[in-house]
């Protein structure tokens, strides 16, 4: 990774900085949140600058302190009743605006894959197409929420559709990491989420992606049960 142009990791850094801010302004500017991620993402880059994610031959794999936390963490907002309150409490429209952060992701695996750290199958070239999920996010919001000419149930397919488009490129980069249950891209393996800064694409930025949609799809689904309840 010495020789990566360092370009490629501002891009990415500046990436994370905009998605943590986006969902720092989902929670109506909790400092808490903030303060949480930002104390996540300092301690995610200490470990990934000492090397210790590069070792892939432990049972269980070291990369799992990247994802397990956040995974716990999201697990424990759906299921306690402050958790759910928080998840409430998002706002809708900047969850959905979101996902434009997901269009520079993509522009930067490619970047990646151009200097041999990515498989080819984890960008848009090959089989992923998240990056539809970042160029749509501004027509969702703007027909959706600015001009309202979309109705709920437009806003929660293109929610499940892109949580699937994510899911896609979750598998693929898990799978071609050189991992003891690797299954593809053995000539080249996605090794670049191994280093700071791309540490924080499956620790901070995923999940931060992830959660948008599911409080999202809660907070659709929520909605049309309340208003059915009150038809009724």
């Known amino acids: ?52 994610y590069t070792v892939t031959d432990t049972i269980p794999p070291r990369f799992l302190l990247l994802v397990l936390p956040p995974i716990l963490l999201i697990i424990g907002l759906f299921t306690t009743s402050k958790g759910r309150q928080f998840i409430d409490s998002l706002d809708l429209k900047t969850l959905t605006i979101l996902h434009i952060v997901r269009v520079p992701v993509e522009i930067v695996l490619f970047w990646l894959f151009v200097n ?30 600015i001009k309202k000419q979309l109705g709920r149930k437009v806003i929660l397919i293109w929610n499940f559709i892109c949580l699937g488009l994510l899911f896609n490129i979750v598998a693929n980069a898990i799978l071609s990491a050189p991992f003891p249950f690797q299954k593809f891209a053995f000539d080249q393996p996605n090794i670049a989420i191994l280093y700071f800064p791309f540490v ?32 009724v």
Request: with cysteine; net charge positive; charged share 10%.
């Open 1 to 52: 990774m010495e020789n990566l142009p360092t370009y490629i990791s501002i891009v990415f850094g500046l990436t994370t900085i905009l998605t943590v801010g986006l969902f720092y302004k989902s929670t109506n500017h909790s400092k808490k949140s903030l303060l949480i991620l930002l104390t996540w993402l300092a301690l995610q880059a200490i470990i990934g600058l000492s090397g210790f």
């Open 116 to 145: 041999k750290t990515v498989p080819e199958h984890m960008t848009f070239e090959g089989r992923n197409f998240d990056i539809l999920s970042g160029l749509t996010a501004p027509i969702i919001f703007y027909f959706g929420f």
């Open 200 to 231: 924080w694409l499956p620790c901070c930025v995923v999940p931060l992606v992830l959660l948008s949609h599911l409080a999202a799809i809660r907070q659709l689904l929520k909605s049309h049960s309340l208003g059915s309840e009150q038809r």
